[in-house]
């Protein structure tokens, strides 16, 4: 079956520039998960969605920086006045959730933002 | 200090050797851990899950000591495909299902 898919796999954008990042988890997957990864680090988590809702939104590192799942599938990150510390790999991730904790992440190929 | 802490290598080996990664995690209320797996340029993928009494799937082997909050992992018999980066995860303590990867350790397999 399909994977976790994200578009676009490569951004180029300006400073101060806006972004959207979208991401269409696994089919039947209610958990939604995105992480940024910058070179030569892990993945660094941002925000978790159950469904329509954020549960946990502790990793986004500050208000330029939201994400919306409004009818519990395709997630899009939004990043405002982008600064060049954002350019990163995005990745999301989806999972099951419905096991509870412990579930495996399946992850996205990610897409590679590059802010100049 | 980072949550979880890897040697970053690069760990250079012959095929057919035994290579061991290395990982500690500093928040001793974390339950679940993982291996996951690199590619350059690609997404991480699950290698393996974690337990106290070792895990074991094929050439690999995962062990975790809560006492030392330290966790391995195994390579016997090395392949060229194995060369990748090697992360080593904890699932944060708490409700969510939210993992805290180290910076991995590089592995490469030469002929």
């Known amino acids: 079956g399909a994977g976790v898919s994200q578009t676009p796999s490569n951004k180029v954008t300006e400073k101060g520039k806006y972004v959207e990042l979208r991401c269409d988890p696994i089919?039947?997957?209610?958990?939604l998960y995105w992480y940024r990864q910058s070179l030569g680090q892990g993945p660094e988590f941002l925000i978790y969605?159950?469904?329509?809702?954020?549960?946990?939104d502790s990793g986004l590192p500050n208000d330029r920086f939201f994400a919306v799942r409004p009818e519990g599938s395709v997630s899009t990150l939004k990043i405002q006045r982008t600064e060049r510390g954002d350019s990163a790999v995005y990745l999301c991730?989806?999972?099951?959730?419905?096991?509870?904790?412990?579930?495996?992440?399946?992850f996205g190929p990610g897409t590679r933002l590059l802010v100049l | 200090r980072k949550e979880v802490e890897q040697d970053p290598g690069p760990f250079n080996v012959p095929e057919g050797a035994t290579v061991a990664f290395n990982c500690t995690y500093s928040?001793?209320?974390?339950?679940?851990f993982f291996w996951y797996r690199q590619d350059c340029r690609k997404e991480p993928k699950l290698l393996m899950s974690v337990y106290s009494s070792g895990n074991e799937d094929g050439r690999f082997t995962a062990q975790l000591n809560r006492a030392s909050q330290y966790i391995s992992l195994l390579i016997r018999d090395s392949k060229l495909s194995d060369s990748a980066t090697y992360l080593c995860v904890a699932q944060a303590p708490g409700g969510y299902n939210k993992l805290i990867f180290g910076a991995g350790t590089r592995l490469a397999v030469h002929p």
């Open positions: 928040n001793s209320a974390s339950q679940s």
């Open positions: 991730a989806s999972s099951s959730g419905t096991s509870g904790r412990s579930e495996t992440q399946y």
């Open positions: 089919s039947g997957h209610t958990a």
């Open positions: 969605f159950q469904g329509t809702g954020a549960a946990d």
